[in-house]
């Protein structure tokens, strides 16, 4: 069954040649659905003014500006970072030339072909504007349209460049297909070079959600996570240098919360890289230093989960404890937190005790509370090992009616039906068609949600 603390160990190398007007490669250094996709092969000898034959939606003149929200964060430690809109961002006016960010050869063709016939043809209307493609989940128009743009239209600024490639990684990596977005990135070359600096400021042009993208895609790509892991330290550093130069509060605060952010990503970087301890004793550093009550109750649940994949239960049991110090901050921490509270982890200790039955009641008198999605999913999974699986079924199929189709409930429906039934297969296609169709008739109620899923959520692979 699919418990949710699965990490991705898939690295992947290429070489790559820059032209002389990207910046060159730093050294590193140790320390701290079905339509067409116009990126075919075809394209990549045609100058980036070329059209697009095939596109599959309408590319307006220009990207809009409107901001657009991410269902990911950095909250979750296995999240992408969000893009996120502030007035502190530098300015991206430069006479720098860019035009090696658009020649039609950055950018692959994406495949689906382990995307489920239900989910080939997307709910979006063609012609819908990127930032509504994104801010829905249609992310696989989304990639396919920030490529289009940046291909063919010839008037776009820096930051509309910079803001659609950004578009463009994120959206490959949230629809499973990081390893193209890590070929992808490393058309930037080096974000830490000169050639990024503004010949005014001297502040570096790239927006900082780009940068710290760029980051983790680069390292994948080069299979090396220990550079990623250096380039979030060489970025914390320069985020601690904004905040010592500043004398503004808010821009003292903003990247301040960068910085935080900074450190989720280098120990999920670590979990990655299958060092638990070291993730383990980062984040717990994170969680002592913090005087933030609501902030560490989180980091203290990311420990105690860390300990429970570990299988240091009495750790985990301590964790789980460790945030409700301040009685009073706990309680407020929690109610915005609620999958941090206690009534949460004591059951998922119960589960890695294989203590099934006290696991079930517990579970049991959460189904009425705020977490009664959580509950009723890992309700169960404890009873299907503890052999009600007729009742395991109709909590899940119950789920899946009110349309909380996310991966592990799929995944573990799917499971329940090869384990139950011969011809498993059409029941799995038959799922994956009743989530297709929720998602369609709810789209204003599932606003921000992936609308497209992968053959892997429904075990058709």
């Not at 193209?180 to 900082?208: M, N, Q, R």
């Not at 919360?257 to 980062?282: F, Q, V, Y």
């Not at 206690?342 to 079930?360: Q, R």
């Not at 009873?383 to 009616?401: C, F, M, N, R, V």
Request: proline residues 7%; charged residues 20%.
């Amino acid at each position: 069954m699919d418990n949710g603390l699965a990490f991705a160990n898939q690295r992947h190398s290429r070489n790559i040649s820059y032209s002389n007007r990207t910046p060159l490669t730093r050294r590193i250094t140790k320390g701290p659905l079905e339509v067409e996709d116009p990126i075919a092969p075809s394209l990549t000898s045609q100058a980036h003014t070329s059209t697009t034959e095939a596109a599959a939606v309408p590319i307006p003149p220009t990207p809009s500006s409107t901001t657009t929200a991410n269902p990911l964060s950095p909250t979750n430690p296995l999240a992408v970072r969000p893009r996120s809109r502030s007035p502190l961002l530098p300015s991206t006016a430069t006479t720098k030339d860019l035009s090696f960010l658009l020649h039609p050869s950055n950018f692959h063709k994406i495949s689906q072909t382990d995307v489920p016939p239900p989910f080939r043809s997307t709910p979006a209307a063609p012609g819908t504007p990127l930032p509504v493609l994104h801010r829905e989940g249609h992310y696989y128009r989304a990639a396919l349209l920030a490529a289009s743009s940046l291909i063919t239209d010839s008037n776009l600024s820096p930051k509309q460049i910079f803001e659609l490639l950004y578009v463009r990684l994120a959206s490959l990596t949230l629809i499973n297909q990081t390893p193209l977005a890590g070929k992808e990135s490393l058309v930037l070359g080096d974000i830490h070079s000169p050639f990024y600096l503004s010949d005014d400021t001297g502040e570096c042009i790239l927006p900082w959600e780009l940068r710290v993208l760029a980051v983790g895609l680069q390292a994948l790509e080069a299979g090396d996570a220990k550079r990623g892991v250096q380039g979030y330290y060489d970025l914390a550093v320069y985020a601690r240098m904004r905040i010592r130069d500043s004398s503004d509060a808010e821009v003292k605060g903003l990247w301040k919360a960068r910085l935080r952010d900074l450190g989720i990503w280098a120990g999920n970087t670590l979990i990655e890289m299958g060092d638990l301890e070291a993730g383990k004793r980062h984040f717990e550093s994170l969680a002592n230093a913090t005087a933030n009550a609501e902030e560490k109750k989180r980091l203290s649940s990311w420990v105690a989960m860390l300990c429970l994949r570990m299988g240091d239960l009495e750790a985990a049991r301590a964790w789980t404890s460790s945030g409700d110090d301040d009685h009073e901050a706990g309680e407020t921490a929690t109610k915005s937190l609620p999958h941090t509270k206690n009534d949460i982890l004591n059951p998922l200790l119960a589960m890695t005790s294989g203590n099934y039955e006290n696991a079930v009641s517990e579970w049991r008198a959460l189904l009425n509370s705020p977490h009664a999605v959580l509950a009723k999913q890992n309700l169960a999974v404890c009873l299907l090992y503890t052999g009600h699986l007729p009742e395991t079924t109709l909590l899940l199929s119950q789920l899946i009616a009110t349309n909380h189709a996310f991966h592990a409930l799929t995944f573990n429906l799917a499971t329940v039906y090869e384990l139950s039934m011969d011809k498993s297969r059409e029941k799995k296609m038959q799922l994956a068609e009743r989530v297709a169709e929720g998602l369609r008739r709810d789209r204003d109620e599932v606003d921000g949600r992936m609308m497209e899923r992968r053959n892997v959520d429904f075990k058709l692979g």
